[in-house]
Structure formats: structure tokens, C-alpha cells
């Protein structure tokens, strides 16, 4: 028998791919705004009553970095209180909960890929939100399962850092960015793809974080100087003709950024039995991907 899932966020960058490709997996509810609204948690309940989902997926969040550190409240319901509820409701359903929580929740002070077991120690009112999230769900619901990500990019959503860039790119002949922030840019639908092929997997044995990413490393700098040289293979409108590398201090931002959050991969690749395809290898079929939308 098809299982029932639950989609909430299903409007963002990875709730989009994840629309997309799940139906082969279940039974598929997919909610967002203004449907579903998660500052109020009777309405998560409620939603969750009346659907009675044997899976759970959060792909919604409080993503503005910056701009929770002047609405730490509202970032606190949406990342740390909604998780809760819907971690509550999901172990009295006796569901699965699948949360997608980032790689924010550390310093950035390592210099070998964080595990899933590192200690956290976030720096923004962002990370601290998302890591509440993630203990409220620890704590409360017996089956989840936590994936932590970084750099998200993707066709869907109208600002990523790689849109951004195009735009940008296609006004300016010279940008500045930052070149001592190391993480790992990943595709939302390699995300997706990966939590779609976890769910057959969902047991109590499975239950845990996870970090999945994109493979290599990169820092901006090197993402925008790569997003520029795929796009212009692609015959995109470019006016870009110098990209200077900057330090985070010549960069300031309301948001602290983890210097290094790249994530360790083997866990969640033992899981998949197969490893992440590459940053770059993703973000050429993205750009492609992308072309064909705007030029059907």
C-alpha cells in the first residue's frame, strides 16, 4: 500500500524538486503559504490531523541569514517551534519526520569535514534557530531523520546565490566576492533525489543526522568564477569581465558565516550506496537545466 506523505514548504528550492519527483513514492500532500502558516501551530496540527501522514517532510525554513538577526522571533518559529510541533504530532502519529537542517549549525572553525557527530556551535541567530530545531526533533520524535545541507542552489526560488550571480553578471563588468568561505554548493534536485530514495529505508535503525552535499569544495569566489565560465559556455548574456576575490572583513554582513562548513559525506553515502556527483558536474546540468525553462 502507498505511503501517505506530507510535503510542507513544497513552494521553496528543494520542496519544489522534491514535488516533482515523490508521487512515484506515495501517497503526496503538499502544502505552503498561504496554506499552511508555520508561526501558528494549530494550523500545523490541524493539517497534520487531517491528513494523517505516515512520513513527514520539513523543507521549509527561515532562510533569511541576515535578516533574523533583527527578527530572531520569527526565525524561532519557523526553524525551531513549527520542527517541534511537527515532531510532536509525528510521534503521536507513530509518522517518520524527515527535517532538512544546513550546515550553519557550526563555527566554521574546523579544517576537515564536520561529522555528524562534531559538537555544533552556531554563530548566527539563523544557525541557533535551525539547531533548536534539530534538538527540539531529537528530543521529541522517536523515528527522524535530520539532513543537514549547504549552499543550496536551484532552478526554483527566485533568490540563490547562483541567479543571483547571472543577474548580476548580465548588469555589471565587475564583482566583488568572498574567497575565505570554503563550503559545498548543492543542487536542491540532488536533495531531493537523495531524501526520495531514502524514504523505502525509513526504519527506526536509520534514524539519526545525516549531511548530505554536493562532493568538492569551493569557496564563493571559486562557485562565481565556475557559475560565469558554465554560463558562458552556454551562450548566457554576459556583461561580467573581472571577478575580484575579498576577504568576509571587507564584506561586512548583520549574519556571522562559518569560515569552513564543508560536510562530511560517507555516512549518508553508505546510506545511498553511491557517493554525491560533484559540485560542478551538478551546477553545468543545472545552468542547462535552466536554459531550456527560460527557452522552452
Known amino acids: 500500500m502507498d505511503k501517505s506523505i ?7 528550492q528543494v520542496g519544489q524538486e522534491l514535488q516533482k519527483i515523490l508521487t512515484p513514492y506515495g501517497n503526496l500532500i503538499s502544502v505552503a503559504r498561504p496554506t499552511i502558516d508555520l508561526t501558528q501551530p494549530d494550523t500545523l496540527r490541524s493539517v497534520i490531523n487531517r491528513h494523517q501522514p505516515q512520513i513527514i517532510i520539513n523543507a ?11 527578527e530572531p522571533e520569527l526565525a524561532t518559529a519557523i526553524n525551531a517551534t513549527a520542527p517541534l510541533i511537527l515532531a510532536q504530532q509525528a510521534q503521536k502519529l507513530g509518522a517518520f519526520l524527515i527535517h532538512i537542517s544546513t550546515d550553519y549549525v557550526f563555527d ?9 557527530t562534531d559538537d555544533t556551535n552556531p554563530l548566527s541567530v539563523y544557525g541557533k534557530t535551525k539547531l533548536a530545531g534539530e534538538l527540539a526533533i531529537q528530543e521529541t520524535c522517536t523515528h527522524h531523520l535530520i539532513l543537514r545541507t549547504a549552499w543550496v ?11 543571483t550571480m ?6 555589471r563588468q565587475e564583482i566583488r566576492v568572498v574567497a575565505d568561505q570554503i563550503g559545498s554548493p548543492t543542487w536542491a534536485k540532488d536533495i ?11 526504519t527506526l535503525e536509520i534514524s539519526g543526522i545525516y549531511h548530505y552535499t554536493n562532493s568538492g569544495v569551493a569557496s564563493w569566489y571559486d562557485f562565481a568564477v565556475t557559475i560565469f565560465e558554465e554560463a558562458q559556455q552556454l551562450g548566457l548574456p554576459l556583461k561580467i569581465e573581472r571577478i575580484v576575490p575579498i576577504t568576509t572583513a571587507q564584506y561586512p554582513t548583520p549574519a556571522s558565516r562559518p569560515a569552513y562548513s564543508v560536510l562530511a559525506r560517507e555516512k549518508i553515502s ?11 558536474e551538478r ?14
Open 166 to 171: 547571472l543577474r548580476v553578471g548580465a548588469e
Open 60 to 70: 521549509a525554513a527561515y532562510t533569511a541569514v541576515d535578516k533574523a538577526e533583527s
Open 270 to 280: 553508505a546510506l545511498l550506496a553511491t557517493y554525491p556527483p560533484h559540485w560542478r
Open 192 to 202: 531531493a533525489n537523495a531524501i526520495a530514495q531514502l524514504i523505502p529505508q525509513l
Open 108 to 116: 566554521g572553525k574546523a579544517y576537515t569535514p564536520y561529522q555528524e
Open 153 to 163: 542552489y536551484g532552478i526554483f526560488g527566485k533568490s540563490n546565490f547562483v541567479k
Open 283 to 296: 551546477l553545468r546540468q543545472m545552468l542547462s537545466d535552466l536554459c531550456i525553462q527560460n527557452n522552452p
Open 6 to 12: 506530507l510535503l510542507i514548504g513544497s513552494n521553496g
